[in-house]
């Protein structure tokens, strides 16, 4: 099977931008979930889709949004992008509750 | 505050010694998962323990989990250089199971 895989690998932006990140799971999970890692907060969750639901939400300001198709890729796009949105954003995929999780290679984005 | 606290922050080796990483959290499981990230990229699952479980292995990996206190441990026999990385635990959240919460980490280096 493939992998996850996360598109683009790389992005630089300007604060006040919007970026869009897709993430594709491995073929049959159903649930993704978005993390951010960042050296100063580490691995922070944003949230977990399941069959085009969002069924779990970290602690981030509402500029961050996703969603999830029915094939069950999924995107997440941040507004209004300030210097501190700066960081790895990685994506994973499982196929049920309580199991283990498949991490894409994220994406670096970089916000000038 | 983090559900899962790795200790210690960052560890350093020679090779062919043992590596131990403890990891505390706070709320109750119905697992615990340490998993690996080689500099900025992916994470990679090492090994899942259930709450029902007290040790576990996996190659060089044993794992063992103390309910009681709310703590697991990890330890890498016989490290190799490649070995080099950090290590997270994680806990799904017994509440919403989806809802992974990863520690800050422990990084490891392993010096030939």
């Known amino acids: 099977k493939a992998g996850v895989t996360q598109t683009p690998r790389y992005l630089i932006k300007t604060r006040g931008q919007q970026v869009t990140l897709s993430c594709s799971p491995i073929s049959g999970h159903r649930s993704v979930s978005w993390y951010q890692q960042t050296p100063g907060q580490g691995l922070q969750f944003l949230f977990e889709y399941f069959s085009e639901t969002q069924r779990n939400k970290g602690n981030f300001p509402g500029r961050f949004s996703g969603r999830q198709f029915s094939n069950s890729r999924s995107e997440m796009n941040v507004s209004t992008l300030e210097l501190g949105d700066s960081a790895l954003y990685l994506c994973?995929?499982?196929?049920?509750?309580?199991?283990?999780?498949?991490f894409g290679p994220g994406t670096r984005l970089t916000v000038l | 505050s983090q559900q899962g606290e790795e200790d210690p922050q960052a560890l350093s080796i020679q090779e062919g010694e043992n590596a131990t990483m403890n990891c505390s959290y706070k709320?109750?499981?119905?697992?615990l998962q340490w998993y690996r990230q080689n500099s900025g990229r992916g994470l990679v699952h090492l090994i899942l323990i259930r709450s029902n479980e007290r040790e576990k292995h996996s190659g060089r990996l044993r794992v063992t989990l103390d309910t009681s206190k709310k703590s697991s441990s990890l330890l890498i026999t016989a490290s190799r250089a490649a070995d080099t990385a950090s290590y997270f635990c994680a806990t799904p959240l017994k509440t919403s199971y989806d809802k992974v919460i990863f520690g800050p980490g422990t990084s490891l280096s392993v010096i030939p």
């Open positions: 709320t109750s499981i119905n697992n």
């Open positions: 994973a995929s499982t196929s049920s509750g309580y199991n283990e999780q498949f």
